[in-house]
């Protein structure tokens, strides 16, 4: 997998997985989100697949209020709009996704989203005023719960809210939705990555998980 960019703002890491000696195409990406919460790999998803079709997609599984509207990383809303170039070149099957792909889709809240939260923003400054999250992702806990129902389980809903995933798929995610840390590779920093990190649902003092218990999250 090669990533170009098709607009201001995004990013080129001109080079294959193989290069970087890693699983080929988006296996990487899926396991380092899955594992230690990578913002990297959560936009590289995001750019392959594009915003129009993400949230189509979504919505027709029966998540109407869900809208993913944007990477993780300051840009426009026109810029979150267009997907990277991505070329896919294995068995001599060469995919382009079109550059000029830009989201015709109303994305954004018809309702005003502004919360009295007090943060610290990119230049180390608190800020005293509303933080306005109209144009934010919005993925309600809801919506969350039924996803991971429907992957972990997807006999218990119904088939219109399946996702298209074949036994290789699944096996995969169940892997990655509770692998831990420990003898792993890549290898992580333990004391910023401990074996429990990312598990919400577990913690003690020494952030190791027991070998007879498994925590199934993202």
Sequence with gaps: MVFDSAWSGQTKPMQTAQQKKQFSFYSPYIRKAF???????????????????????????????????RRFMRMTEDE??????????????????SPWHYNMDSSI???SIKWELRIINANDSLIHEPIDFTTANNLPLKDMQQILQS?????????????????????FLYRFYHNTLLNHYPKYD???YYDSYVKFYFRNDSHTMPPLVR???K
């Design 35 to 69: 594992l230690i919460s990578d913002n990297d790999a959560y936009n590289r998803m995001y750019e392959f697949l594009g915003q129009q079709t993400i949230n189509r997609r979504l919505h027709e599984l029966g998540y109407p209020e869900i809208r993913i509207t």
């Design 80 to 97: 979150n709009s267009i997907p990277t170039r991505c070329i896919s070149s294995q068995r001599r099957i060469t995919t382009i996704h």
């Design 109 to 111: 809240s018809v309702i």
């Design 151 to 171: 992957v972990l389980f997807p006999q218990s809903v119904p088939v219109k809210k399946r996702f298209y995933l074949t036994k290789d798929d699944l096996d």
């Design 190 to 192: 333990s004391k910023r």
């Design 215 to 217: 925590v199934f999250i």
